[in-house]
């Protein structure tokens, strides 16, 4: 009964975190160190009774501190927030609120069987965006595992599909002055994905190339692909299609890298795992997470061989596969 009730009372914790996100409080404290419960609920025009009950809860939860009676970001917070990483961060957690919003909506989708959509189509740019800049977040927190995982010593053209922001393309060019890397995205992702592109030295070896990767031409040939969080998006017949079409983009001898949510064989696990499938079941069409046999036998179908897995944090199949 324990786990039950812990279970169930999580979603409180999350509430209160990312509406601290969602109001402006964390930033408010990036930007002012120490502040008086009257200083905080004057900024805000909060009630002070709410200000002080929510203050307080921050602090039992450990991201805020109270001295006497100033409140600031506790030290393990403050460092996850610092300035040069806080936007990424900041645009995550919106992220995951507007994930959270659409969350409760799971038992119409259940009833349903389509994902959920807000009827306010006036925000889908800046949600595009948010999303984007998630990703990014995401990724720069896996880049340095992925490249002590990954060996493209020797290959020359990776092709990054759906690769938002490009943080793995650039890490690997980093790592690898041969190589040259087009990032394939949506077209509406270019702009944010060139944003990053300016900041790295090696942005010259870098492409965009905007579109469907479904419909429209991937471009190539290619002697590496690296589909990063990709085929949870999609049926297992959409996923077979989009691996033949990134194998037909391919040289012979090229490499494929999977890298996605893993469930075990029967898929009642890992958790991470479960109740990511859970939220693509509310927000795709047909996405699912998927057991390492099932992309195996689609790897296999579309006529990789040499099919090899890693795991990673343990909760996520790294893949590789040849032409």
């Known amino acids: 009964m324990d786990k039950f009730v812990s279970d169930v009372y999580q979603y409180r914790r999350a509430v209160v975190l990312l509406s601290a996100a969602k109001t402006g409080l964390f930033d408010y404290f990036v930007a002012n160190k120490e502040n008086t419960l009257q200083e905080v609920a004057q900024f805000f025009s909060w009630n002070r009774r709410g200000t002080e009950i929510m203050l307080n809860a921050l602090c039992a939860l450990g991201y805020l501190n109270k001295k006497n009676e100033n409140y600031g970001l506790s030290d393990s917070l403050r460092r996850s927030l ?39 189509k006036n925000t889908v740019h800046r949600n595009h965006r948010n999303f984007i800049y998630s990703m990014a977040h995401r990724e720069q927190e896996n880049t340095r595992i992925l490249l002590e995982k990954i060996d493209l010593s020797g290959y020359k053209k990776l092709l990054d599909l759906g690769g938002g922001p490009g943080l793995f393309s650039i890490a690997f060019l980093e790592k690898y002055p041969d190589l040259m890397a087009t990032v394939f995205d949506a077209s509406e992702t270019e702009n944010i994905a060139r944003e990053f592109f300016k900041k790295s030295p090696v942005q010259g070896r870098l492409q965009f190339r905007g579109g469907d990767f479904r419909i429209d031409d991937l471009g190539g040939p290619y002697d590496a692909a690296l589909l990063s969080s990709i085929l949870h998006i999609y049926s297992p017949e959409e996923n077979t299609k989009l691996l033949k079409k990134v194998y037909d983009s391919m040289l012979q001898g090229g490499k494929i890298i999977i890298r996605d949510f893993l469930l075990n064989r029967n898929k009642t696990g890992p958790l991470m795992g479960n109740l990511f499938a859970v939220n693509m079941l509310i927000n795709t069409e047909e996405g699912n997470a998927y057991t390492y046999s099932e992309m195996k036998a ?26």
């Open 82 to 120: 610092n300035q040069k990483d806080f936007p990424l961060v900041k645009e995550w957690l919106f992220h995951e609120w507007r994930l959270l919003t659409r969350w409760i909506h799971l038992p119409e989708v259940l009833e349903s069987g389509l994902p959920y959509r807000e009827p306010e």
């Open 298 to 323: 689609w790897l296999k179908e579309t006529g990789f061989t040499e099919i090899k897995k890693k795991y990673l944090q343990g909760r996520m199949l790294l893949m590789e596969g040849i032409k």
